[in-house]
């Protein structure tokens, strides 16, 4: 069974930063890749972040570039997000999404299907 849970989600001030962890199991994790995604109220779902579990190949919405940065501990099967410089844009609900690879570069990956989400975790960004 295909699990991912978000954490580390909280409020937190601007300028200030947090670290979202996103743990995977019931699939090939070195095989996958992961997205991170955000939703805030009234705006569409946004992707963020991706990281190719395969070959360490990274993608970053422009908005968060030098802020956010994503990693992988892969003995672990889990996926961070460590996000400097929180601004209150950043204010969302965040989801990890997992896709399968498929030996595509991380551009043709961001297409998708990501098929399988975890629940969301909570980022307010407020003095």
């Known amino acids: 069974q295909v699990q991912l849970v978000e954490s580390g989600g909280g409020l937190v001030q601007p300028g200030g930063s947090l670290r979202l962890s996103c743990a995977t199991s019931g699939f090939s994790f070195e095989y996958y890749a992961i997205g991170w995604f955000r939703q805030a109220p009234g705006k569409e779902r946004e992707a963020i972040s991706c990281i190719n579990i395969s070959d360490g190949s990274t993608y970053y919405v422009d908005s968060v570039k030098g802020r956010f940065t994503i990693s992988s501990d892969n003995a672990k099967n889990t996926v961070y997000l460590q996000m400097n410089s929180l601004e209150s844009e950043d204010t969302a609900v965040y989801y990890c999404?997992?896709?399968?690879?498929?030996?595509?570069?991380?551009?043709?990956?961001?297409?998708?299907?990501?098929?399988?989400w975890g629940q969301g975790t909570q980022v307010t960004v407020s003095s």
């Open positions: 999404a997992a896709v399968e690879s498929m030996y595509r570069n991380i551009e043709a990956i961001m297409t998708g299907p990501f098929g399988s």
